[in-house]
């Protein structure tokens, strides 16, 4: 049985058999009408399993939470505070100002994800008309720049009850929430019950291969639905793509426990790494490849992988590198096991396989060939 590891992101996986099955059959209408029969049931699914009124099916996280933005800072002169490494902040191209004129005013996040809540609370603005107009506080959760990190709830619940306190809004960059919810073993609408609107990816280590939703109250899943129109996200039989995401909730996000212990298993084993070359506690083969990728990849084509590489896996990320214990999610289905490493920042790592987890796995990942050896 060949088995694909890719460990760049929890992105690169692809939809199941059973997720291509219910698209083809799936029920379509125009979604642009709300005649979607499939959209509407996925909507209704999401917006009952995070405990809102009502939720969109849009595109992308990133259109998730631009929409987010508009609604919620829908004056001119609004600002959202976002933390520092924020996606919203970092990776989608200052959206907020550059389509919906929204200043990202931002606090530090800690290394776990949170920040401090006394400097939110100084950074709210009061009615002084020389500043602009605080309309909304958004955290990311998993945090993903910051390793994959789950939010403390009692964290949520106390800026939750600040935000209140000031009425403004909290949203919430969900898009691998399920996955914080499976390691915190709490049902997803706790995580989310003090926020008022909640960015949810389906495309993010649940295997559909579009779509996000964006979730919160009758009035604001209203105004969203003008901007994902206006944003040119409103799309017609979108059925299609809205069956795999019911499948990825149904079937895929029920395994999020189990992609996390192999995470675990996986970042132990780097934990335990004892230098370039060694063997850690298990006497596993243990390697942790410090040269640059390049040079690696060539070291390693030139050797037969029989001989050197069997039963080994090669972990190769993306750019730069980052401690494993920074790995924290995983996407396992049957023909892809991929897992997320920090703000895709990983270095090349071998690892003996059984300690990774129990399948034979006899292949090379490359980050852009995607396999090289097996
Ligand atoms: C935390 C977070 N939010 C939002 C997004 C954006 O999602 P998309 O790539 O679907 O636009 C990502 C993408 O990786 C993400 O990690």
Known sequence: MAYIVDLRSDTVTKPTESMKHAMVNSAVGDDVFGEDPTVNALESKV???????????????????????????????????????????????????HVAGVLLSTVQNKPDGTFDLQEVENRIRGSDIHEP????????NTHNVCGGKVLPLQWID?????????????????????????????????????CDSVALCFSKGLSAPVGSAIVGSCHFIQQARRMRKMLGGG??????????AIVALD???????????????????????????????????????????????RDIRQRPLA?????????QGARGRASADQLVHTNTRHES??????SYHSTSIYLYVPLVCDLQIKFVLDRDRKLLFF
């Open 337 to 342: 096991w991929s897992c997320m490493f920090s």
């Open 251 to 297: 079937e895929i996000a029920p395994k999020l426990a189990l992609d996390h212990k192999r995470a675990q298993r996986l970042g132990k084993g780097r934990l335990q790494d004892t230098g370039r070359r060694g063997r850690n506690r298990e006497g596993d083969l243990l390697q942790r490849q410090d040269d640059p990728p390049d040079s690696a990849h």
């Open 307 to 315: 001989r050197h590489y069997e039963d080994h896996l090669r972990v």
């Open 47 to 97: 917006a009952n399993l995070l405990g809102k009124q009502a939720a969109l099916f849009v595109p992308s996280g990133t259109m998730a939470n631009l929409i987010a933005i508009m609604v919620h800072c829908n004056k001119r002169g609004s600002e959202a505070i976002v933390g520092n490494l924020a996606h919203i902040y970092k990776y989608e191209q200052g959206g907020a100002a």
């Open 235 to 244: 799309m017609r039989q979108s059925g299609v793509l809205a069956a795999a």
């Open 133 to 140: 107009i605080t309309s909304m506080v958004a955290i990311e």
């Open 158 to 194: 106390e800026l939750s009850e600040l935000c209140k306190r000031h009425s403004i809004p909290l949203h919430m960059d969900g898009a691998r929430l399920l996955n914080a919810s499976a390691y915190l073993e709490v049902p997803a609408e706790r995580i989310v019950r003090g």
